[in-house]
C-alpha cells in the first residue's frame, strides 16, 4: 500500500470542547503522521471556496456559517493509505449513524458540528491540500 496525504479539519465544535490533542492522538495512534498543521479561522470566501462542491445543497449556508464561528486545526496526515484511514477514524457524517469508537461518534454534537473534515478521495485530497499549505510548509514524515 502506498504512502498518501490527505487533508484533515479540527473543526470549529471540536477545538471548543477543547479535544485537539485528543483527535490528533488518535491518528497517530493508527499510525498516521502531521506533515504540516496550522490553526487559522477561515474567511467566509475560504469557507465557500473550501465547500465549493456542496454549493447547491440546502444545508451550504449553515454549514459555511459554522465553519467561520471560530477557530479551525488543519493538517496534513501522511501514512499508508491515509486517505480512507483517516475516513475510517472519523466515522460517518452524522455522528448519531457513526460506529463506536469513532471520532464524529466520541466528539461530534450534530451532523453539521461533526467535528471533522477529511479528504474523501486522491484527488480531493491534493486539492484540499494545496488549498491551505505551500510545498514548503509540508514535511515527508516517510522518506
Ligand atoms: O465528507 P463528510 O464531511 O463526511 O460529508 P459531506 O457529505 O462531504 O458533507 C460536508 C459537510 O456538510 C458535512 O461534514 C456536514 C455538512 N452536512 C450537513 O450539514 N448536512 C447534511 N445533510 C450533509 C452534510
Ligand atoms: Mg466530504
Known sequence: ?????TLSIIKPDAVAKNVIGEIISRFEKAGLCIAA???MK???QQAEAFYGVHRDKPFFDDLVEYMISG????????GEN???KNR???GATNPKEAAPGTIRADFADSIDA????GSDSPETAAQEIAFFFKD???FPRFD
Open 1 to 5: 500500500m502506498a504512502i498518501e496525504r
Open 37 to 39: 498543521l496550522k490553526m
Open 42 to 44: 477561515l474567511t467566509r
Open 71 to 78: 477557530p479551525v486545526v488543519v493538517q496534513v496526515l501522511e
Open 82 to 84: 491515509a486517505i480512507a
Open 88 to 90: 475510517e477514524l472519523m
Open 114 to 117: 461533526n467535528a471533522v473534515h
Open 136 to 138: 514548503d510548509e509540508i
